[in-house]
């Protein structure tokens, strides 16, 4: 028998060093979680007439069946895993398509909704990216060059440049409903488009899912032909010079749309080539630089052993919780006390809002299982009902245990009172107790994550600005790279890009969880609100001149445009300098930056005035060298103009930070 002192310490230890896996990522949390319910199960265990020792085999004998489970079913179906994972990305990106389209074209009343569901959603994508990366270049390098890998791969690579694509579709998003406010047949050509992406999508994301044969797009440029059919009646109704903007600012969007509709078209084909086991080869020596590595040494053990740690001071959280439960526990001499440890281990996470949000789902979950139970209970007196209610009930609550924990909490009581009905006499006991356990679990959570070492987002949000600034920064320098180098993207680009939107896909999933803390803790939130609005427009509109430079013939670089992009990045400089020591130190003349400013616009009157001088002299079709010209001055002249803006209103914004 243990010592009461030493069995105290010993549990306090072992809450602990579990809860200290999360400094190793994600796998770590997972591998801590598993020592966290086999803690609460050995309370279980106490009551069970069998001996130690065999207690301890047949724990060992089920984890090794499900290891050998586990790996089986790997083997067989892990293709299928990787499909669906795949699917529920292009699914995503389909409703971030979807509710772009919304807010482009249809002005709905609830825009400010559709931004916050449209942030959500980057989110959710950037996850899903994370993911691919590490199931598709992780496999090929443990598995070699299979065929279905690589299709996948391409098909998430295709995936990958839509959802570039899709960032950059609503920079303009007010300029488009200005011009073309009484112009909307115009438009319907490009809508049609866009809507039929979004269709063919889902179609593709739903033949991955169900493994079924898709229809293959022929060779279909009927869309570009009504496209240029609409520009042509906005041309006549509107008049030229006037309409020139709008044209220019059309046909950027009919561009991105085309090659929108060009990679779905070769992302379907890749499938449907999947379908036919045709082969394909993708030899790509840099898969490791996509895959975010986790560094699994004792030394990142010892770094996180302080409070400057939020994984220290959660594991001191959770075992000070654990320790008052236990307590609690043994003061109400509950039958099944370990249940409010149980409820800890399920509710108490690093921060306050998934804390809170957790408890909720949990006393709603257990409220509403153990009442629906009571009523089987009531109603019929038969095991046999119980013992068949609990196989698809448990399948229910162990199915929604990741996407939904409240319908999760709610299946899972019901099965543990069906089950407890089926061994003991005392069911309205059972009932009563689950349902007091879980709140008394609840509450002492709650109270550990608001008062014990509260790690408040509020205080770590300058990390998350910071580092989602300096991927930001890097992207932009390797669309300028691009501009000047005139080469197709290269690793140096993809990788830039990847770190930008998980950086900003991070730093909004720190602002939504600033958001669900105690107003009390949200200092200065409407200028964190800002900050985050202006990197994720400088981050949309980036994309938009990467986008653009990838897909057209430019020029070679200005003076004016090499200032322009000198002065943006020393803009984001500074608002990095301002974080660090609430002072900005690198300065430049801002009268450069409006002569450049103005000589881009000059350059581009030019432009015009030659237009203007051939349709004078009766030339009216545009060359193609010349509309290139045209857009290019149009585009990336407004770009720098706006992106310069951007990183100016960041430094006066970060300063009340």
């Given at each position: 028998m243990w010592h009461p002192t030493a069995f105290l310490v010993f549990f306090a230890f072992a809450c602990f060093s579990v809860a200290m896996f999360a400094v190793y990522g994600f796998r770590g949390s997972m591998v801590g979680f598993s020592g966290q319910m086999a803690i609460v199960m050995s309370f279980a265990l106490q009551k069970s007439v069998i001996p130690l020792p065999e207690q301890l085999l047949l724990i060992a004998g089920g984890g090794f069946w499900y290891l050998l489970l586990a790996g089986v079913s790997h083997r067989i179906f892990e293709n299928k895993n990787t499909a669906l994972n795949l699917a529920d990305c292009i699914e995503s990106t389909a409703e971030y398509l979807k509710i772009n389209y919304q807010l482009l074209w249809n002005d709905p009343e609830n825009a400010m909704e559709l931004e916050q569901k449209l942030l959500k959603k980057q989110i959710e994508i950037n996850t899903q990216h994370e993911l691919l990366r590490e199931l598709l270049y992780k496999d090929r390098k443990t598995q070699g060059q299979s065929n279905q890998t690589n299709r996948y791969l391409l098909i998430f690579i295709e995936i990958l440049d839509i959802y570039e694509l899709s960032l950059a579709a609503g920079v303009e998003r007010e300029l488009v409903k200005d011009i073309f406010a009484t112009h909307q047949k115009a438009l319907k050509p490009v809508k049609d488009l866009s809507a039929k992406s979004i269709v063919h999508l889902y179609a593709l994301a739903e033949a991955l899912q169900n493994g079924e044969e898709l229809q293959l797009l022929q060779e279909d440029y009927s869309h570009l032909e009504a496209c240029e059919a609409g520009l042509g009646e906005y041309v006549n109704e509107v008049g030229l010079p006037a309409a020139r903007e709008g044209v220019l600012l059309l046909r950027n969007i009919i561009d991105a749309e085309s090659k929108k509709w060009q990679k779905i078209t070769i992302a379907k084909r890749v499938y449907g080539r999947l379908l036919e086991n045709g082969s394909v080869t993708t030899n790509r020596a840099d898969r490791k630089l996509f895959i975010t590595t986790q560094d699994y040494s004792f030394k990142t053990l010892r770094e996180n052993l302080s409070f400057e740690s939020g994984t220290f001071?959660?594991?001191?959280?959770?075992?000070?919780?654990?320790?008052?439960?236990?307590?609690?526990?043994?003061?109400?001499?509950?039958?099944?006390?370990?249940?409010?440890?149980?409820?800890?281990?399920?509710?108490?996470?690093?921060?306050?809002?998934?804390?809170?949000?957790?408890?909720?789902?949990?006393?709603?979950?257990?409220?509403?299982?153990?009442?629906?139970?009571?009523?089987?209970?009531?109603?019929?007196?038969?095991?046999?009902?119980?013992?068949?209610?609990?196989i698809p009930v448990t399948f229910i609550g162990f199915s929604f245990l990741q996407k939904n924990y409240k319908i999760a909490a709610t299946f899972i009581t019901l099965v543990v009172v069906l089950l407890y009905s089926l061994l003991v006499d005392k069911t309205y006991e059972i009932i009563l107790y689950r349902v007091v356990d879980t709140l008394v679990g609840a509450v002492i959570s709650f109270l550990a994550i608001y008062l014990l070492w509260p790690s408040w987002e509020g205080k770590n949000i300058k990390t998350s600005i910071s580092k989602s600034l300096e991927s930001v920064a890097e992207y932009f320098r390797e669309i300028d790279r691009l501009y000047h180098t005139k080469s197709v993207p290269d690793t140096g680009y993809r990788l830039s890009?990847?770190?930008?939107?998980?950086?900003?896909?991070?730093?909004?999933a720190a602002f939504q969880r600033l958001t669900e803390e105690p107003k009390s803790q949200r200092d200065h939130v409407s200028q964190v609100q800002a900050i985050v609005v202006l990197i994720q427009t400088f981050l949309n509109a980036t994309a938009a001149m990467g986008t653009y430079i990838q897909n057209h013939e430019t020029t070679p670089a200005s003076e004016a445009y090499e200032t322009m992009m000198r002065h943006i990045l020393l803009n984001l400089q500074n608002v990095q300098e301002i974080l660090r020591t609430g002072e900005e130190t690198t300065m430049h003349d801002t009268g450069e930056t409006e002569d450049a400013s103005k000589i881009l616009e000059d350059k581009y009157k030019k432009l015009e005035e030659v237009r203007a001088e051939e349709l004078s002299q009766g030339f009216v079709p545009l060359k193609p060298e010349m509309r290139n010209r045209l857009q290019e001055g149009k585009l990336i002249t407004e770009q720098l103009k706006w992106l310069y803006g951007l990183s100016d209103s960041m430094k006066q914004v970060v300063v009340y930070l």
């Open positions: 001071k959660h594991a001191l959280r959770f075992t000070t919780a654990m320790l008052i439960g236990y307590f609690t526990g043994q003061f109400l001499q509950h039958q099944n006390a370990y249940w409010i440890l149980l409820t800890i281990s399920v509710i108490l996470r690093p921060n306050f809002g998934l804390t809170k949000q957790r408890a909720v789902h949990r006393i709603f979950g257990t409220l509403l299982g153990a009442a629906i139970g009571f009523v089987i209970v009531y109603v019929t007196d038969s095991r046999l009902v119980y013992g068949l209610l609990a890009r990847k770190r930008a939107f998980i950086d900003t896909g991070n730093l909004l």
